[in-house]
């Protein structure tokens, strides 16, 4: 598993800032966000995001993509952005309603969004893969294992859900082992309050060990530290450094 971070995490800075940290930080790549540094369409941004990731020694490991598979959105910009940035995988979210609220013709609605779009990228080399998120289809195990089940070719990321328990969490990633892509990675109190990853550290270590290993790089990617700052991200990817490396040699 290699690390990565997230450019949303630092919304506020530059796509040279960002890569320029992420090296900083010693990471293997950064997941480019479609809402500020790469929106969807803008081959300049994401030109000048691949140039500026490889020139700090780094690769993009995913396209951070905000398409929600609405009947007004248009997935091939997306995709021809994912082949700008030179990345194999694209992170999506599932509609705009969580699965309890979902009724059933939008679900399928969505459902076939997502099929369609997880067809055409995989004709041009890429994947598809669920935000885990609520207010979405994934905002349950359930309901993303059903998700996945009715849409060929479609994959998850995984990040343990605000206020579920570690045993939950477990679970969850156990079921959805082969099918997870990439994980983003975090520490939340219960309140949505963010914390050191360290304080998440033994949490995060029973995590990493549920995931299978695969020939194909897999993921594990900083996703926002407390108070938005350089310094106490520079201290979590230390710490994920560190999980990765203790995974690794167990």
């Not at 490889?54 to 995913?62: F, P």
Request: hydrophobic share 40%; proline share 6%; net charge negative.
């Amino acid at each position: 598993m290699e690390t990565s971070v997230t450019s949303v995490t630092f919304r506020q800075k530059s796509i040279p800032e960002v890569a320029a940290l992420a090296r900083q930080a010693g990471l293997d790549a950064i997941e480019w966000g479609g809402d500020i540094h790469v929106p969807p369409g803008d081959e300049n941004a994401a030109r000048l995001a691949l140039a500026c990731t490889r020139e700090n020694g780094l690769t993009v490991s995913a396209y951070g993509s905000y398409y929600r598979a609405g009947a007004e959105e248009d997935f091939r910009p997306v995709l021809q952005t994912t082949l700008w940035l030179g990345c194999r995988v694209i992170r999506v979210w599932a509609g705009r309603t969580g699965s309890a609220d979902c009724p059933p013709d939008e679900r399928a609605a969505i459902a076939a969004r997502l099929a369609a779009a997880a067809q055409l990228a995989a004709q041009a080399g890429c994947t598809v893969a669920t935000e885990y998120h609520a207010h979405t289809l994934t905002d349950t195990l359930d309901s993303t294992l059903a998700l996945l089940e009715a849409v060929p070719g479609l994959r998850t990321l995984w990040q343990p859900p605000v206020g579920l328990a570690p045993g939950e969490n477990l679970r969850a990633l156990h079921a959805l082992a082969e099918k997870i892509e990439n994980l983003h990675v975090f520490c939340w109190t219960d309140r949505a309050e963010r914390r050191p990853l360290a304080e998440g550290a033994a949490d995060w270590r029973t995590y990493f060990a549920a995931v299978p290993p695969r020939e194909c790089p897999r993921y594990a990617t900083l996703e926002f530290v407390r108070d938005d700052s350089a310094a106490r991200f520079l201290e979590d990817a230390a710490t994920l450094r560190d999980l990765l490396k203790n995974y690794e040699e167990e």
